[in-house]
């Protein structure tokens, strides 16, 4: 078994930052692709910013110069480092990963359990 656990979410007032924390655990093997989505009321999970298998990073164009991906291999673990946070970043934050429980098994994408992340003065 695998799991995926966010953490680091809250209110925030316009302007603030927050971090969040993503820890992979269980049957792990190796870790590809990580990354942070996020969903809004009535709106489509969108792909906020991630690793690629490459080892490169991705960002949304909302959130290109005030968001930070970075991750802790030794730990299994993704961070999300978010400044000036507006209200439309208003979601809930999930954490994906693309993980392989054994050398010879398949890579299979997982999902954390989210947290909510509110902008509002």
């Known amino acids: 078994q695998v799991q995926l656990v966010e953490s680091g979410g809250g209110l925030v007032q316009p302007g603030g930052s927050l971090r969040l924390s993503c820890a992979a655990s269980g049957s792990i093997f190796s870790i590809a692709a990580m990354g942070w989505y996020r969903q809004a009321p009535g709106k489509q999970r969108e792909l906020v910013a991630g690793f690629t298998t490459g080892g490169g990073t991705n960002y949304a164009d909302p959130v290109k110069g005030r968001f930070t991906i970075s991750r802790d291999n030794a730990k299994n673990m993704v961070y999300l480092q978010m400044n000036s946070l507006k209200p439309e970043d208003t979601a809930v934050y999930y954490c994906?990963?693309?993980?392989?429980?054994?050398?010879?098994?398949?890579?299979?994408?997982?999902w954390g359990q989210g947290t909510q992340v509110t902008v509002s003065s």
């Open positions: 994906n990963a693309d993980i392989k429980s054994s050398w010879n098994s398949r890579w299979y994408a997982y």
